[in-house]
């Protein structure tokens, strides 16, 4: 009697501990370490796991670095897997200027030279692609392979008519008073994200959006959120700039979802980079990883690995 209880209480504990776990934003492997390293005047909040060439992932706005859990453990078993928040964003710290996308790709220079890390691949969604890209102009000899994600560059080819786009409004909603708006209702604002660039809103699970809409309710986090947008025409201007210097060169993977940029991703980077390939992730809008997470990367794999 005393082992069918027990055995009863443990299997009770096994099925509240997988309800828990099912509950909750996937974590990275514990071998991964987490710093906070200084560089380029902020302090950024990093995870770092895995052995073998390196590879760089950029999150976008609405998320954290959290989003690529299941790709980071993917990638960890054969590469060196490096997974900044970016500036003001997630549990970096929050300055009061640099949010223009030349700056912050100096910060991923900063980042990785303080790990003694050279050349490396470069993941990127979102904002991401556009810190990504700033990062990749400014230090071309550096990226191995850069695989971008559903959304365009500022300044580069059809920006112009990308921003008369009405599910764009975002790009120019900002300032103190949209501040006051949104204080304490950070969540209703991001779930306008997450439902209307999702092709089935219900994939952006409830976990996740009670852990990013906490993280976006931290101090001055929403603040850094709208700075991101506001220093875009800033970010068109260097854009251009680096696209006049010269279209980058290394191998450019541009995924799009189906039923967000698709195969636009493509045409977007191929007025920045010489060698683009396409891929449209099926049945997804922007929030790719979460989504479609299986197909997104065995697509990421496919491109990653086919150097070797």
Do not use: C
Request: a neutral charge; glycine letters at 10%; aromatic letters at 8%.
């Amino acid at each position: 009697m005393i082992t069918r209880i027990l055995a009863g209480a443990l299997a009770l504990s096994a099925m509240l501990t997988a309800g828990s776990a099912a509950a909750q934003v996937e974590s990275f492997p514990a071998t991964f370490s987490t710093r906070e390293i200084a560089t380029n005047g902020t302090t950024i909040h990093t995870r770092v796991g895995g052995k073998g060439p390196a590879v760089v992932l950029l999150h976008g706005y609405g998320e954290t670095g959290d989003m690529w859990a299941p790709l980071a453990a993917d990638l960890a078993r054969d590469h060196l897997v490096i997974v900044p928040d970016l500036r003001g964003m997630g549990l970096s710290a929050r300055p009061a200027a640099g949010y223009d996308k030349k700056t912050q790709g100096q910060d991923i220079a900063g980042l990785l030279d303080a790990l003694k890390v050279g050349k490396v691949d470069l993941v990127t969604h979102d904002i991401g692609n556009m810190v990504g890209y700033a990062f990749a102009a400014q230090n071309r000899a550096r990226v191995s392979r850069f695989v971008l994600m559903d959304a365009p560059l500022p300044g580069v080819g059809p920006w112009e008519e990308i921003l008369k786009n009405p599910l764009l409004w975002h790009f120019r909603f900002g300032g103190a008073d949209m501040e006051r708006l949104v204080a304490g209702r950070e969540r209703i604002y991001l779930d306008r994200f997450w439902n209307e660039f999702s092709a089935k809103p219900e994939r952006f699970s409830e976990a996740s959006r009670v852990h990013y809409a906490a993280l976006y309710a931290r101090p001055g986090a929403m603040h850094a959120g709208f700075a991101q947008f506001a220093a875009f025409d800033q970010d068109a201007v260097d854009d251009r700039a680096f696209v006049a210097a010269g279209k980058l060169t290394m191998p450019v993977l541009a995924i799009g979802g189906e039923k967000s940029f698709g195969p636009m991703m493509a045409t977007v980077m191929r007025f920045a980079a010489n060698d683009v390939t396409e891929a449209t992730i099926s049945d997804a809008g922007h929030w790719l990883m979460e989504e479609q997470p299986i197909a997104t990367i065995a697509t990421v794999r496919r491109f990653l690995d086919a150097r070797r």
